[in-house]
């Protein structure tokens, strides 16, 4: 019963800190995961407060699921797969260049490290956060194309990092050392079984979501589906990070056929909440754990403790940006001349913007955490320690340095965001046309003791349409003397809305994310009083 008290108690002023330093990140205007971060370093160190250790675990199979799945559910289909190429380079690229960077660099600043213990560190403090960039990125309003590719990339790169991680625990723990061919296999099944397995579990659900119309349920059987992607993947030795990003950008496509308005709406509240939470719980944990990572390393003083650590994240921040800039050439090449994308090569400052937004989290420190501490001849894993705190290093830096810079490096170079919503405007104009279409369609089938209902409902719509070309109009709606017929034709027009604006995904004339906007202000129109909004 004690320990079970403990626990509530730790649960508790785990949940304090983060509503309070959320609320004073708000406040203070800076992204929430700097000042959770920096916040739990410092309450760390306060006596009196509970030990809260990070279990990898805990991270692995209980918080990371939902938060990829999450993430997932929020890209866009259209943007990732057109930017499918410059992502993959980051992801598996950049991952691989970063490692055997770090590899390679590892013994020349780190006493006691060889290439094979520089591999795993390098696969440590390879990928990047999934939330942390793309939250920052938001915040300043970066341009939607640099927020497509680095959400794309953090998405991915985790599974190609824990495959490298996967090769240097071998290497290092095991002392075997896998062939270029045995790699390549290993990454092969990886990804193809991950992406079969997300597929073949979102088919499953969304059969199943189709014949539910009931909140609670389905909102249950939400969370629960990262959970089992991610562990059915897991259990065949599959990607369980690729097998939950396919499954939640596959439901979420999908998501307007099986949604009700009401279910959406009760869905967003607690999907929203239930990332807060957990986001928090992620952040604050890793600034929580400074205190522990500092006691574990007894064999080096502070001054060089800090020096490592400086090096080290400078190393990182140098190799992302030394490969940022001919990876961009050559992504820009090969979706001109392969896939006939006829895309112009990004800007310099839009590239280094992309170099500069390389933050690390939780991830991180937990593969650092998961490592053996000793090896398979019994020996301890005498570099476990200084990994784990270069780990922490990586993170804090890329985090709270490059987090709190970015805003000022995107003013100074002049990389801002078209506030303008071209797509979105077009998109709002055919959902209006197409209701006013089906209202004079309507009107010819119906008696004429319903035109008043017409004439109002007529008068509503082209305002809003008129609102949206420009145009003045001082055409006075009627009101409603059939109530029964104007509640009617109000449902039957929000369908029509919501079925223009799924065949303008579909057709790609806008992206998930509009639809997901337009969906949502549809599904609040229907819940509140008229049908009309």
């Not at 203070?28 to 920096?38: D, K, M, Q, R, T």
């Not at 805003?407 to 959902?431: F, K, M, T, Y």
Request: neutral net charge; proline residues 4%.
């Amino acid at each position: 019963m004690q320990s079970v008290q403990q626990v509530e108690l730790v649960f508790l002023l785990l949940l304090l800190f983060i509503v309070a330093f959320g609320w004073l990140a708000r406040k203070l205007h800076v992204p929430y995961p700097i000042v959770l971060v920096v916040a739990g370093a410092l309450l760390g160190f306060i006596p009196g407060i509970p030990r809260i250790t990070l279990n990898p675990d805990v991270i692995f199979f209980v918080i990371l699921p939902p938060l990829l799945y999450s993430a997932a559910w929020l890209t866009s289909w259209r943007e990732f797969s057109y930017h499918m190429v410059s992502i993959l380079l980051l992801a598996f690229g950049l991952v691989a260049f970063t490692v055997f960077g770090v590899a390679a660099a590892g013994h020349w600043l780190f006493s006691g490290f060889d290439w094979r213990t520089g591999f795993v560190l390098g696969a440590v403090v390879a990928p990047t956060d999934a939330l942390a960039a793309t939250s920052i990125a938001k915040r300043i309003a970066l341009p939607k194309r640099i927020v497509d590719i680095l959400e794309g990339e953090s998405l991915v790169n985790d599974a190609s990092g824990l495959l490298a991680l996967e090769f240097g625990i071998a290497m290092v723990v095991h002392s075997q050392t896998p062939t270029v061919s045995e790699g390549l296999l290993r990454l092969t099944y990886l990804t193809v079984a991950g992406i079969a397995v997300g597929l073949a579990m979102g088919w499953v659900v969304y059969r199943i979501e189709r014949r539910i119309d009931d909140g609670p349920i389905e909102i249950a059987i939400s969370i629960l589906v990262p959970y089992a992607v991610y562990f059915m993947a897991e259990a065949i030795h599959a990607s369980g990070v690729l097998a939950v990003v396919v499954c939640g950008l596959y439901l979420s496509r999908r998501s307007s056929e099986f949604f009700s308005p009401s279910v959406r709406i009760q869905a967003w509240a607690v999907w929203d909440a239930l990332s807060f939470i957990l986001n928090g719980l992620v952040f604050v944990l890793i600034g929580l754990q400074l205190p522990y990572v500092l006691g574990g390393i007894r064999d080096y003083k502070l001054g060089e403790l800090l020096l490592f650590g400086a090096l080290f994240s400078g190393l990182v921040i140098a190799l992302r940006m030394t490969w940022i800039f001919p990876g961009a050439y050559l992504a820009n090449l090969i979706r001109n001349h392969i896939f006939h994308q006829n895309e112009k090569l990004p800007s310099a400052r839009g590239i280094l913007i992309v170099g500069w937004t390389g933050m690390r989290g939780v991830i991180a420190l937990a593969a650092a955490i998961a490592l053996p501490q000793t090896l398979a001849s019994g020996q301890p894993f005498a570099q476990r320690n200084l990994i784990i705190f270069l780990a922490f290093c990586v993170i804090f830096v890329t985090l709270v340095l490059q987090g709190l810079t970015l805003p000022s490096l995107v003013r100074a170079l002049g990389v801002v965001e078209d506030s303008s919503n071209a797509e979105e405007q077009a998109a709002r104009r055919e959902i209006l046309k197409a209701a006013l279409a089906f209202l004079e369609e309507s009107r010819e089938k119906d008696e004429n003791e319903f035109d008043a209902v017409y004439d109002d409902l007529t008068g509503h719509y082209r305002e809003r349409l008129n609102a949206l070309t420009g145009k003045e109009t001082h055409e006075g709606g009627v009101g409603p003397e059939r109530h029964k017929q104007f509640s009617h034709l109000s449902r039957e027009l929000l369908r029509v809305e919501r079925q223009t604006a799924v065949r303008l995904r579909n057709q790609g004339q806008i992206n998930d994310e509009t639809l997901r906007q337009l969906e949502r202000e549809l599904d609040l129109r229907e819940a509140g009083p008229g049908h009309t909004g």
